[in-house]
């Protein structure tokens, strides 16, 4: 079956760096990508990852091991504006976006 | 990056009445747009994919006559909930896939908050 699991909640303090991790099982795959989503709102795209290895894109590093079925997203300097819900989002060989259930990220000063 | 806009962004409506909910395209064609819907604390959950042109292809659990989807054009994609009843009260969410673009990113509609009375 196609699966995505990624914890529910985590807590980091302001300043501080946090890694959420993401494993997925798909149908075939054609990448990995990360979305932001603030209470109330729509999904914002953060990072897309076909290939092995860790992109960065200022404050936010997205990283991938197809071998592993393995991602994280990294944010150091977290800033009170983080606090988000974190979706991590398979595709399959069809393309389509299998989604995870998000990670809820607690921001404290 | 590309636009994707939605209409309404909020709507209350009482139950038995329908409700259209238009998701545009602003700047590049698609010829494939994604509708979801998110339960509150809960994640995206894919209702149908809409193609141009074709009918669309409905979620296991979701009920085609019910939401009814029409991609008339390369821009433009609307759901119709039909006969709404307060237990499809929710957050739909439109997306939609450049194919100018070889990501497959999905650009999202800001969304539209649906309260049945």
């Known amino acids: 079956g196609q699966n995505i699991d990624q914890p529910t909640e985590m807590t980091a303090t302001e300043g501080a760096i946090v890694q959420i991790n993401c494993t997925y099982q798909?149908?075939?795959?054609?990448?990995l990508f990360w979305y932001q989503q603030h209470a109330g709102e729509a999904p914002t795209f953060l990072s897309y990852?076909?290939l092995d290895g860790l992109e960065e894109k200022g404050r936010f590093s997205s990283f991938l091991s197809r071998s592993k079925g393995y991602s994280y997203l990294l944010l150091k300097e977290l800033q009170m504006k983080d606090s988000a819900s974190y979706l991590c989002?398979?595709?399959?060989?069809?393309?389509?976006?299998?989604w995870g259930a998000g990670t809820k990220l607690i921001i404290k000063p | 990056g590309a636009v994707v806009s939605q209409h309404p962004s909020r709507v209350i409506c009482k139950s038995g009445t329908s409700v259209k909910i238009e998701c545009r395209s602003l700047?590049?064609?698609?010829?494939?747009m994604f509708w979801y819907r998110q339960f509150p604390k809960q994640s995206l959950m894919l209702m149908a994919t809409?193609?141009?042109?074709?009918?669309?292809?409905?979620e296991q659990g979701v009920e085609k006559d019910k939401f009814l989807i029409n991609h008339a054009s390369l821009t433009l994609s609307t759901l119709t909930v039909t006969s709404a009843h307060p237990e499809d009260s929710s957050f739909y969410i439109c997306?939609?896939?450049?194919?100018?673009?070889?990501?497959?990113?999905?650009?999202f509609g800001p969304g539209t908050r649906l309260t049945v009375l």
């Open positions: 997306s939609a896939r450049d194919l100018g673009l070889d990501n497959n990113e999905q650009f």
């Open positions: 700047d590049f064609q698609a010829t494939t």
């Open positions: 809409s193609n141009e042109g074709s009918k669309a292809t409905y």
């Open positions: 798909t149908s075939g795959f054609n990448g």
């Open positions: 990852n076909v």
């Open positions: 989002a398979g595709t399959d060989s069809n393309y389509q976006l299998i």
